[in-house]
């Protein structure tokens, strides 16, 4: 596609629920990262893949979080139990290696309550 | 204390206005430096790219990076109500191949032109 797909816009999740984040990137672009972006703060970064290779998930806020691309095009992902505190934007962004920044899709709005 | 600071703003201006938005960083390693602009309920898109120090100038916008004071700004000339928006300042120590990745992003600076 022409930009960086994400599902859903909008998701809402009753806490301790299981929840799955979809992006779609730019065909072609085989770097992939996840970020999460809360109320009036920038995107902090969660984790990285290249093709199919999670290179650096150390953002990732707890063990609950959850992240995979296993073709290496389509990545998802996914926070297991939510809590409150992770109501949250979340932004998938993807770039060639060495591209001249990343391309953001819209995001994922989370609300837990 | 966080690694790049940048004031939340907010900030007004009228149309026409010369814009200066600025983020300051702590991390010496940082070496990439770019400008996101970001409408209500959407991603960030890029505005401008820049490595190490010096000026680069597209259109309406100019980013500054100042190394050696761990400060980038980010000028709007003749600012128009559609540059309404928040500005993100972005920077990352590394660029290519498989260590290019983790941006630190400012908090954002929200942005009015009225007309």
């Known amino acids: 596609g022409a930009g960086v797909s994400q599902s859903p816009r909008y998701k809402v999740a009753k806490r301790g629920q299981d929840v799955a984040l979809r992006c779609d990137p730019i065909s072609g672009h085989v770097s992939l990262f996840w970020y999460q972006q809360a109320l009036g703060q920038g995107p902090e970064f969660l984790t990285y893949?290249?093709?199919?290779?999670?290179?650096?998930k150390s953002g990732l806020p707890s063990d609950r979080f959850f992240a995979e691309r296993p073709e290496g095009s389509v990545s998802t992902l996914k926070i297991q139990r939510t809590q409150q505190e992770d109501s949250a934007v979340y932004l998938c962004?993807?770039?060639?290696?060495?591209?001249?920044?990343?391309?953001f899709g819209s995001g994922t709005r989370l609300t837990v309550v | 204390q966080k690694e790049v600071e940048q004031d939340p703003g907010p900030l007004s201006v009228p149309e026409g206005a010369i814009v200066s938005l600025n983020c300051t960083y702590s991390n010496s390693a940082f070496q990439y430096f770019m400008w996101y602009r970001q409408y209500s309920r959407k991603g960030p898109e890029l505005l401008m790219y820049?490595?190490?120090?010096g000026n680069k100038e597209d259109g309406r916008f100019t980013a500054q990076v100042d190394k050696s004071s761990k400060y980038i700004s980010l000028f709007i000339r003749d600012s128009q109500p559609s540059d309404s928006a928040t500005y993100l300042c972005?920077?990352?120590?590394?660029?290519?191949?498989?260590?290019?990745?983790?941006?630190?992003f400012g908090q954002g600076t929200i942005l009015t032109v009225h007309p």
């Open positions: 893949f290249q093709n199919e290779a999670q290179l650096d």
């Open positions: 962004a993807s770039s060639l290696p060495g591209g001249d920044g990343y391309t």
């Open positions: 820049t490595y190490s120090s």
């Open positions: 972005a920077m990352s120590a590394n660029a290519g191949g498989t260590s290019y990745g983790k941006l630190t």
